[in-house]
């Protein structure tokens, strides 16, 4: 297979306040890196589609300025919750496909994020 | 729109016996086709990947494609209670770094 992290796998922090979540892949490089949101007992949904090298593509309905994702390098890219308020509380996860006429999707860890 | 479509269960299949997945699909364009376990306040795992109609053997688990019926399943014999989580079934409508279709999933509980 091939291996996604995230860091930090848990976050707590206070109302207003930012949060960056790194996704990483660690055996080969990703141009494209998906960033899903999940609550509990609920599904996966999928946030935004992140590009090396140019703009994330976001999902109807997700506010791309309160959800910042830069995809600096091929192994990285970041999603930074901006002014975390209490519903932005979830489980975060990133995948990647590895490419090279594979089409499958690693997924990370996760991160599990509370907002008090 | 693409849509993936998935009985949510739960399904309750004894140890030791078959348990069977179903997942059908609205897109006839799509392409490839894959499973995923999610255990619980984990994230999801490939369990399979299937591109071509017909069967595909890993271990205990088998994928099964058709695409003139739009229908992809997952079967998972002699079930073990390790295999108790939520299945999804995840569509891409073509080749290549395409977001996923995700169902909503069925959870499996499998009764030693």
């Known amino acids: 297979g091939a291996v996604v992290s995230q860091h930090p796998s848990w976050v707590i922090c206070k109302s207003g306040t930012s949060v960056k979540i790194e996704c990483r892949s660690l055996?080969?490089?990703?141009?494209?890196m998906f960033w899903y949101r999940q609550f509990p007992k609920q599904s996966l949904m999928l946030m935004a589609t992140?590009?090396?090298?140019?703009?994330?593509?976001?999902e109807q309905g997700v506010e791309k300025d309160k959800f910042l994702i830069n995809h600096a390098s091929l192994t990285l890219s970041t999603l930074t919750v901006t002014s975390a308020h209490p519903e932005d509380s979830s489980f975060y996860i990133c995948?990647?496909?590895?490419?090279?006429?594979?089409?499958?999707?690693?997924f990370g860890p996760g991160t599990r994020l509370t907002v008090t | 729109q693409k849509e993936v479509e998935q009985n949510s269960g739960p399904l309750s299949v004894p140890e030791g016996a078959i348990a069977s997945l179903n997942c059908t699909y609205s897109d006839r364009g799509s392409q490839s086709f894959f499973w995923y376990r999610q255990y619980s306040g984990k994230s999801p795992e490939l369990i399979m990947s299937i591109y071509s109609n017909g069967d595909k053997e890993d271990g205990r688990f088998t994928a099964q494609l058709n695409k003139a019926s739009q229908y992809v399943s997952l079967l998972i014999r002699d079930s073990q209670p390790s295999d108790s989580a939520t299945y999804l079934c995840?569509?891409?409508?073509?080749?290549?770094?395409?977001?996923?279709?995700f169902g909503t999933g069925t959870r499996l509980t499998i009764i030693p």
């Open positions: 992140s590009n090396e090298g140019s703009k994330a593509t976001y």
């Open positions: 055996d080969f490089q990703a141009t494209t």
């Open positions: 995948s990647a496909p590895p490419g090279q006429g594979r089409y499958e999707q690693y």
């Open positions: 995840a569509v891409n409508y073509r080749f290549g770094n395409e977001k996923l279709t």
